[in-house]
């Protein structure tokens, strides 16, 4: 609101020299701030895929660490789980 009370006056100047050009001028406002509004959700985008892949690399590593890495001290069970853990892991960050 500060910011279009300190271009107001201005535009009212332009206005009454030339209506139009404060018309494209609000357009190509708008349209910046779409765009600018676009790049802060890619962006905030990017850091949350970031976190996440930290996140699963944080799993992966207590994972695969179990039992000092000798996961056949583990369960045929808790093995089986860790080992498609792993490879869906590995899939997706292959």
Same mark, same amino acid.
């Not at 609101?1 to 009370?5: H, T, Y």
């Given at each position: 609101?500060? #910011?279009?009370?300190e #271009?107001?006056?201005? !535009?009212k100047? /332009?206005?009454?020299?030339?209506?139009?050009?404060? !018309?494209?001028? #609000?357009?190509?406002?708008? !349209? !910046?701030?779409? /765009? /600018?509004?676009?790049?802060q +959700?890619?962006i905030?985008?990017?850091?949350?895929k970031?976190?996440?892949?930290?996140? #699963?690399? +944080?799993?992966?590593?207590?994972i +695969?660490?179990?039992? &000092? &890495?000798?996961?056949?001290?583990? +369960?045929?069970?808790?093995?089986?789980?860790?080992?498609?853990?792993?490879?869906?892991?590995?899939?997706?960050?292959?």
């Open positions: 609101m500060q #910011l279009w009370n #271009l107001k006056p201005g !535009l100047q /332009i206005w009454e020299c030339d209506p139009m050009m404060v !018309l494209v001028c #609000l357009w190509l406002a708008t !349209l !910046l701030a779409g /765009i /600018i509004t676009m790049v +959700s890619a905030e985008k990017r850091r949350k970031k976190a996440m892949q930290e996140l #699963l690399y +944080s799993a992966w590593c207590v +695969s660490n179990v039992a &000092g &890495g000798n996961w056949a001290k583990e +369960s045929s069970e808790w093995q089986r789980a860790a080992e498609n853990w792993r490879d869906k892991y590995h899939r997706r960050n292959g």
